[in-house]
T-cell receptor
Framework: DADVTQTPRNRITKTGKRIMLECSQTKGHDRMYWYRQDPGLGLRLIYYSFDVKDINKGEISDGYSVSRQAQAKFSLSLESAIPNQTALYFC???????????FGPGTRLTVT | AQTVTQSQPEMSVQEAETVTLSCTYDTSESDYYLFWYKQPPSRQMILVIRQEAYKQQNATENRFSVNFQKAAKSFSLKISDSQLGDAAMYFCASGGRSNFGNEKLTFGTGTRLTIIP
């Protein structure tokens, strides 16, 4: 079984809808991250959490919110989806004091 | 703030040949880590190789090696004996270590590598 899982893997939604992307991990890592990937822009950090009570904005947090329900679960929400949020979204984890990040399989989100 | 630049959006190489992907970075941290990640068509992000900035020796993982030039802030990836399975997008990333507990990474924009049979 995969160490970092994301659901759904693909999603098409309409402008204005609320959508939640979920991430779960079995690696026992404290650190969790949400990125979006756009062609030509690489991966950009949306939010990150260093433990259950610590949540921080990344470089592109506008229009997104997160919830860290447990050490193993970190959800990303789009309160009112817009077309320019169409992207590939990744969840990642890392161990405390370690910079290597381990990624989930990604969620392809399309907002029409 | 850290920046990572990959100036080659696309590259191609003949199967079995050697190719080098370029990456430059800018950081104010005295201690940091550098990484290359691979993203094949499956879109899974896979760690290829890591380099600790305090180590002078270049990291090597089988056919993958890096040329780490600290003064020039350059971190290139060399793939030897290229194989069809190496076709992917490659991302360079850096993470600073000024504050323990601040393990964020900054990614470059990626280089798409095509392997020509």
């Amino acid at each position: 079984d995969a160490d970092v899982t994301q659901t759904p893997r693909n999603r098409i939604t309409k402008t204005g809808k609320r959508i939640m992307l979920e991430c779960s991990q079995t690696k026992g890592h404290d650190r969790m991250y949400w990125y979006r990937q756009d062609p030509g822009l690489g991966l950009r950090l949306i939010y990150y959490s260093f433990d259950v009570k610590d949540i921080n904005k990344g470089e592109i947090s506008d229009g997104y919110s997160v919830s860290r329900q447990a050490q193993a679960k970190f959800s990303l929400s789009l309160e009112s989806a817009i077309p320019n949020q169409t992207a590939l979204y990744f969840c990642a984890t890392s161990d405390t004091g370690v910079y290597e990040q381990y990624f989930g399989p990604g969620t392809r989100l399309t907002v029409t | 703030a850290q920046t990572v630049t990959q100036s080659q959006p696309e590259m191609s190489v003949q199967e079995a040949e050697t190719v080098t992907l370029s990456c430059t970075y800018d950081t104010s941290e005295s201690d940091y880590y550098l990484f290359w990640y691979k993203q094949p068509p499956s879109r899974q992000m896979i760690l290829v190789i890591r380099q600790e900035a305090y180590k002078q020796q270049n990291a090597t993982e089988n056919r993958f090696s890096v040329n780490f030039q600290k003064a020039a802030k350059s971190f290139s990836l060399k793939i030897s004996d290229s194989q069809l399975g190496d076709a992917a997008m490659y991302f360079c990333a850096s993470g600073g270590r000024s504050n323990f507990g601040n393990e964020k990474l900054t990614f470059g924009t990626g280089t798409r590598l095509t392997i020509i049979p």
